[in-house]
Protein backbone atom coordinates (compact mmCIF):
# COMPACT_ATOMS: atom_id res chain seq x y z
CA UNK A 1 0.00 0.00 0.00
CA UNK A 2 3.37 2.14 -0.07
CA UNK A 3 2.67 3.31 -3.09
CA UNK A 4 -1.51 4.27 -2.90
CA UNK A 5 -0.51 6.45 0.09
CA UNK A 6 2.52 8.21 -2.09
CA UNK A 7 -0.25 8.50 -4.98
CA UNK A 8 -2.42 10.30 -2.36
CA UNK A 9 0.11 12.32 -1.20
CA UNK A 10 1.30 13.35 -5.19
CA UNK A 11 -2.78 14.08 -5.70
CA UNK A 12 -3.18 16.24 -3.19
CA UNK A 13 -0.21 18.56 -3.69
CA UNK A 14 -1.36 18.56 -7.46
CA UNK A 15 -4.91 18.87 -6.61
CA UNK A 16 -3.83 22.24 -4.56
CA UNK A 17 -1.77 23.83 -7.09
CA UNK A 18 -4.48 23.44 -9.80
CA UNK A 19 -7.33 23.64 -7.17
CA UNK A 20 -8.48 20.43 -8.56
CA UNK A 21 -7.04 17.19 -9.92
CA UNK A 22 -6.76 14.88 -6.48
CA UNK A 23 -9.49 12.60 -7.79
CA UNK A 24 -8.44 12.17 -11.25
CA UNK A 25 -5.28 11.31 -9.80
CA UNK A 26 -5.96 8.94 -7.09
CA UNK A 27 -8.68 7.08 -8.20
CA UNK A 28 -7.38 5.36 -11.12
CA UNK A 29 -4.79 4.23 -8.84
CA UNK A 30 -6.60 3.66 -6.12
CA UNK A 31 -8.39 1.01 -8.11
CA UNK A 32 -5.39 -0.87 -8.45
CA UNK A 33 -5.43 -1.72 -4.74
CA UNK A 34 -9.38 -1.69 -4.06
CA UNK A 35 -12.93 -1.68 -5.80
CA UNK A 36 -14.31 0.90 -7.22
CA UNK A 37 -16.65 1.70 -4.27
CA UNK A 38 -14.26 1.47 -1.52
CA UNK A 39 -11.80 4.03 -3.65
CA UNK A 40 -14.30 6.31 -3.98
CA UNK A 41 -15.16 6.39 -0.48
CA UNK A 42 -11.41 7.10 0.19
CA UNK A 43 -10.29 9.41 -2.37
CA UNK A 44 -13.24 11.49 -1.10
CA UNK A 45 -12.02 11.05 2.15
CA UNK A 46 -8.15 12.39 1.28
CA UNK A 47 -10.39 15.00 -1.18
CA UNK A 48 -11.68 15.94 2.27
CA UNK A 49 -8.70 16.44 4.09
CA UNK A 50 -6.31 17.97 1.21
CA UNK A 51 -9.17 20.65 0.64
CA UNK A 52 -9.53 21.65 4.45
CA UNK A 53 -6.14 22.14 4.68
CA UNK A 54 -6.01 24.14 1.02
CA UNK A 55 -9.20 26.20 2.62
CA UNK A 56 -7.42 27.32 5.84
CA UNK A 57 -4.27 27.76 4.45
CA UNK A 58 -5.61 29.79 1.71
CA UNK A 59 -8.47 31.71 4.10
CA UNK A 60 -7.46 35.27 3.00
CA UNK A 61 -9.21 34.41 -0.55
CA UNK A 62 -12.15 33.32 0.49
CA UNK A 63 -15.09 35.12 -1.44
CA UNK A 64 -18.15 34.69 0.83
CA UNK A 65 -20.89 35.40 -1.84
CA UNK A 66 -18.93 33.33 -4.39
CA UNK A 67 -18.83 30.35 -1.88
CA UNK A 68 -22.47 30.67 -1.31
CA UNK A 69 -23.69 30.60 -4.51
CA UNK A 70 -21.49 28.18 -5.80
CA UNK A 71 -20.90 25.83 -2.96
CA UNK A 72 -25.12 25.52 -2.03
CA UNK A 73 -26.26 24.10 -5.22
CA UNK A 74 -23.10 22.06 -5.52
CA UNK A 75 -23.87 20.55 -2.18
CA UNK A 76 -27.15 19.71 -3.04
CA UNK A 77 -27.20 18.13 -6.35
CA UNK A 78 -23.64 16.43 -5.02
CA UNK A 79 -26.01 14.51 -2.81
CA UNK A 80 -28.27 13.77 -5.49
CA UNK A 81 -25.56 12.20 -7.64
CA UNK A 82 -23.88 10.66 -4.61
CA UNK A 83 -27.43 7.96 -4.64
CA UNK A 84 -27.78 7.41 -7.98
CA UNK A 85 -23.91 6.40 -8.67
CA UNK A 86 -24.94 3.06 -8.24
CA UNK A 87 -27.44 2.90 -10.52
CA UNK A 88 -26.55 4.75 -14.07
CA UNK A 89 -23.40 3.40 -16.18
CA UNK A 90 -21.07 6.36 -16.08
CA UNK A 91 -18.63 5.94 -18.91
CA UNK A 92 -20.37 7.87 -21.43
CA UNK A 93 -21.15 10.81 -19.18
CA UNK A 94 -17.23 10.63 -18.40
CA UNK A 95 -16.33 11.10 -21.81
CA UNK A 96 -18.24 13.92 -22.42
CA UNK A 97 -17.17 15.87 -19.88
CA UNK A 98 -13.86 14.62 -21.20
CA UNK A 99 -14.56 16.12 -24.75
CA UNK A 100 -15.86 19.45 -23.26
CA UNK A 101 -13.28 20.40 -20.94
CA UNK A 102 -10.59 19.79 -23.61
CA UNK A 103 -12.30 22.01 -25.90
CA UNK A 104 -12.63 24.87 -23.42
CA UNK A 105 -9.14 24.44 -22.41
CA UNK A 106 -7.47 24.71 -25.85
CA UNK A 107 -10.06 27.67 -26.35
CA UNK A 108 -8.67 29.49 -22.79
CA UNK A 109 -5.18 29.09 -23.85
CA UNK A 110 -5.59 30.53 -27.29
CA UNK A 111 -7.22 33.19 -26.64
CA UNK A 112 -6.32 34.83 -23.01
CA UNK A 113 -8.13 37.35 -22.55
CA UNK A 114 -11.47 35.10 -22.39
CA UNK A 115 -13.63 35.50 -19.43
CA UNK A 116 -16.94 34.31 -18.34
CA UNK A 117 -19.22 37.09 -16.58
CA UNK A 118 -19.50 35.80 -12.67
CA UNK A 119 -23.26 35.96 -13.07
CA UNK A 120 -25.54 34.57 -10.68
CA UNK A 121 -26.60 32.04 -13.03
CA UNK A 122 -23.36 31.26 -14.36
CA UNK A 123 -22.01 30.37 -10.85
CA UNK A 124 -25.37 28.43 -9.99
CA UNK A 125 -24.76 26.49 -12.91
CA UNK A 126 -21.47 25.55 -12.79
CA UNK A 127 -22.49 25.06 -8.75
CA UNK A 128 -25.14 22.63 -9.59
CA UNK A 129 -23.21 20.58 -12.88
CA UNK A 130 -19.71 20.07 -10.86
CA UNK A 131 -21.93 19.08 -7.69
CA UNK A 132 -23.53 16.25 -9.26
CA UNK A 133 -20.55 15.39 -10.99
CA UNK A 134 -18.72 15.40 -7.95
CA UNK A 135 -21.29 12.89 -6.04
CA UNK A 136 -21.98 10.46 -9.31
CA UNK A 137 -18.69 10.35 -10.09
CA UNK A 138 -16.07 11.10 -7.93
CA UNK A 139 -14.90 14.04 -10.17
CA UNK A 140 -16.10 17.47 -10.25
CA UNK A 141 -12.67 19.60 -9.76
CA UNK A 142 -12.17 20.15 -13.34
CA UNK A 143 -15.71 21.36 -14.16
CA UNK A 144 -15.45 23.62 -10.94
CA UNK A 145 -12.04 24.95 -12.28
CA UNK A 146 -13.26 25.64 -15.73
CA UNK A 147 -15.89 28.55 -14.59
CA UNK A 148 -14.15 29.86 -11.80
CA UNK A 149 -10.67 30.05 -13.67
CA UNK A 150 -12.90 31.76 -16.28
CA UNK A 151 -13.70 34.30 -13.87
CA UNK A 152 -10.33 35.70 -13.76
CA UNK A 153 -10.05 35.00 -10.34
CA UNK A 154 -6.62 35.69 -8.31
CA UNK A 155 -4.78 32.63 -7.82
CA UNK A 156 -5.68 33.34 -3.74
CA UNK A 157 -9.03 33.33 -4.34
CA UNK A 158 -9.32 30.81 -7.54
CA UNK A 159 -7.78 28.11 -5.17
CA UNK A 160 -9.43 28.95 -1.25
CA UNK A 161 -13.10 29.11 -3.12
CA UNK A 162 -12.44 26.01 -4.64
CA UNK A 163 -11.16 24.50 -1.70
CA UNK A 164 -13.94 25.46 0.24
CA UNK A 165 -16.65 24.74 -1.95
CA UNK A 166 -15.03 21.38 -2.59
CA UNK A 167 -14.78 20.78 2.06
CA UNK A 168 -18.96 21.59 1.38
CA UNK A 169 -19.39 18.95 -1.35
CA UNK A 170 -17.20 16.23 0.62
CA UNK A 171 -19.28 16.81 3.74
CA UNK A 172 -22.68 16.21 1.57
CA UNK A 173 -21.68 13.25 -0.28
CA UNK A 174 -19.53 11.20 2.28
CA UNK A 175 -22.09 10.54 5.11
CA UNK A 176 -23.83 9.32 1.85
CA UNK A 177 -21.25 6.85 0.87
CA UNK A 178 -20.99 5.54 4.65
CA UNK A 179 -24.55 4.90 5.08
CA UNK A 180 -24.67 2.95 1.75
CA UNK A 181 -21.48 0.91 2.95
CA UNK A 182 -19.38 1.90 0.21
CA UNK A 183 -16.15 1.58 2.17
CA UNK A 184 -15.22 -2.24 3.29
CA UNK A 185 -14.44 -2.57 6.54
CA UNK A 186 -11.08 -3.73 6.01
CA UNK A 187 -10.05 -0.61 4.54
CA UNK A 188 -11.52 1.52 7.63
CA UNK A 189 -7.54 1.62 8.73
CA UNK A 190 -6.15 4.17 5.78
CA UNK A 191 -8.42 6.72 6.89
CA UNK A 192 -6.39 8.20 9.40
CA UNK A 193 -2.93 8.31 7.05
CA UNK A 194 -5.20 9.77 4.22
CA UNK A 195 -6.28 12.37 6.63
CA UNK A 196 -2.69 13.34 7.47
CA UNK A 197 -1.31 12.84 3.76
CA UNK A 198 -4.34 15.51 2.70
CA UNK A 199 -3.18 18.03 5.19
CA UNK A 200 1.15 17.78 4.43
CA UNK A 201 0.04 17.33 0.81
CA UNK A 202 -1.66 20.85 0.90
CA UNK A 203 0.49 22.80 3.00
CA UNK A 204 3.65 21.45 0.52
CA UNK A 205 1.45 23.31 -2.50
CA UNK A 206 0.61 26.21 -1.05
CA UNK A 207 4.64 27.01 -0.83
CA UNK A 208 5.10 26.25 -4.36
CA UNK A 209 1.60 28.43 -5.25
CA UNK A 210 3.13 31.84 -3.69
CA UNK A 211 5.95 31.22 -6.18
CA UNK A 212 4.31 31.22 -9.06
CA UNK A 213 3.11 34.26 -11.13
CA UNK A 214 -0.41 34.57 -11.90
CA UNK A 215 -0.25 34.90 -15.64
CA UNK A 216 1.29 31.62 -15.10
CA UNK A 217 -0.51 30.10 -12.83
CA UNK A 218 -3.39 30.66 -14.94
CA UNK A 219 -1.57 28.51 -17.89
CA UNK A 220 -1.12 25.77 -15.69
CA UNK A 221 -4.45 25.93 -14.70
CA UNK A 222 -5.43 25.34 -18.22
CA UNK A 223 -3.12 22.75 -19.01
CA UNK A 224 -4.48 20.89 -15.69
CA UNK A 225 -7.60 21.19 -17.29
CA UNK A 226 -7.00 19.39 -20.84
CA UNK A 227 -4.62 16.97 -19.42
CA UNK A 228 -7.56 15.61 -16.50
CA UNK A 229 -10.01 16.33 -20.06
CA UNK A 230 -7.78 13.51 -21.83
CA UNK A 231 -8.25 11.17 -18.60
CA UNK A 232 -11.58 11.37 -18.75
CA UNK A 233 -12.06 10.57 -22.25
CA UNK A 234 -10.03 7.72 -21.86
CA UNK A 235 -10.95 6.33 -18.51
CA UNK A 236 -14.60 6.70 -20.30
CA UNK A 237 -13.97 5.23 -23.93
CA UNK A 238 -12.08 2.29 -21.70
CA UNK A 239 -13.77 1.81 -18.43
CA UNK A 240 -12.74 -2.05 -18.06
CA UNK A 241 -9.16 -0.77 -17.44
CA UNK A 242 -10.36 1.20 -14.28
CA UNK A 243 -12.06 -1.61 -12.42
CA UNK A 244 -10.49 -3.80 -10.41
Partial sequence: ???????????????????????????????????????????????????????????????????????????????????????????????????????????????PDFKVNATKINTILGGSLSGFLQGFMGVGGPLRGSFLISYGLDKTTYIATLAAVAVLIDLARIPVYFSSNLLDVQFYYCIPPLIVIGILGSYTGKKVVKKIPQDTFRKIILVAIGISSLMLIYSGIYPALYIN
Fill in 1 to 111: MLLFFIAAFISIFVGTIAGFGTSILFLPIALIFVDFKSALVMVAITHLAGNSGAATFFRQGLDKGLILLFGVPSVILTVLGAYIVTYIPQNILTALLGISLLIFSIYSFKN
